[in-house]
């Protein structure tokens, strides 16, 4: 009995991983190009299951909703001050600074987080603090520097 709960959960877990990962990339196909796609993600609150899923502990996971929820900013001011009032900032920042050690899935990351954070940008009082932005600035700035031409064409 044990050995079988364990084996469903484990596997009811996986599906679930994988589920979410489908669901985000899903999201980020639907918006990368499909204006109408943008508006109603962002109409059903899906901004708030992404920015959930920013720090999630599967990477792939991270990544599909770092994307997704880069794509659907890209719907206009509107929605972007929808997701800067759900605070992402911190989780974000994290993902913009992957440290060393990094993989390919890392700099993607990088990349959709920093993207995300430029447009978050626009949205008065998403970094408020003045310390804060002077952060900000130097971490974009680490981050344009560790972007390569063809990785940002290889990423969106």
């Known amino acids: 009995l044990t050995l079988t709960l364990t084996l469903t959960l484990t596997l009811t877990l996986t599906l679930t991983l994988i589920t979410i990962e489908q669901a985000c990339s899903c999201m980020y196909s639907m918006a ?8 109603e993600l962002a109409k059903v609150g899906a901004a708030s299951t ?11 996971c991270r990544l599909n909703a770092t994307a997704a929820l880069y794509a659907v900013s890209c719907g206009g001011r509107a929605i972007c001050k929808d ?6 900032l911190s ?13 390919a ?6 990349l959709f987080a920093t993207l995300l954070v430029v447009n978050l940008l626009h949205v008065k009082g998403t970094a408020s603090e003045r ?3 002077q952060e900000l600035l130097l971490e974009m ?12 064409r290889d990423t969106i």
């Open 83 to 88: 997701i800067s009032a759900l605070k992402p």
């Open 32 to 39: 990368r190009e499909h204006m109408p796609s943008k508006l």
């Open 141 to 152: 700035q680490r981050a344009y520097d560790d972007a390569t031409e063809q990785q940002v």
């Open 131 to 133: 310390l804060e932005r």
């Open 50 to 60: 992404l920015v959930g899923y920013l720090d999630h502990e599967a990477k792939q």
């Open 105 to 110: 899935q890392d700099d993607q990351l990088q």
């Open 91 to 103: 989780k974000l920042r994290s993902l913009v600074n992957p440290g060393v050690g990094r993989s």
